[in-house]
């Protein structure tokens, strides 16, 4: 299951993380979002026993603050990090291959 981040956890659960976190940017109003879930949900359960992988969500109403910091201006946006740095991003409804592929990536490298 996808961790819920907040400006509470964010620096604990991203920015502190030794490994490839790739976090969605969502909205409950937003319909994409709502399709793009159950494959956030599917690449986390996937990527549950890799240590180097954090698959998290940031509700953008709920976490304003964050939503600003990262300059989210449409969503859904996934973005990766790694050593607390976005190195990837991708905007708007994706396959699960393309985030799968993505991922195995910024593991690899």
Wanted: some cysteine; charged content about 25%; aromatic content about 8%.
């Amino acid at each position: 299951m996808a961790i819920e981040l907040t400006s509470q956890n964010f620096k604990e659960e991203v920015l502190d993380f030794d490994g490839v976190v790739v976090i969605d940017f969502w909205a409950d109003w937003c319909g994409p979002c709502k399709m793009l879930s159950p494959v956030i949900e599917e690449v986390s359960s996937e990527f549950a026993d890799n240590e180097k992988v954090k698959v998290c969500k940031v509700n953008v109403d709920e976490n304003s603050d964050l939503a600003q910091e990262y300059g989210i201006m449409s969503i859904p946006a996934l973005k990766f990090f790694r050593g607390g740095e976005i190195v990837h991003e991708l905007v708007g409804l994706q396959p699960r291959d393309a985030i799968i592929e993505s991922l195995n990536k910024l593991i690899a490298n």
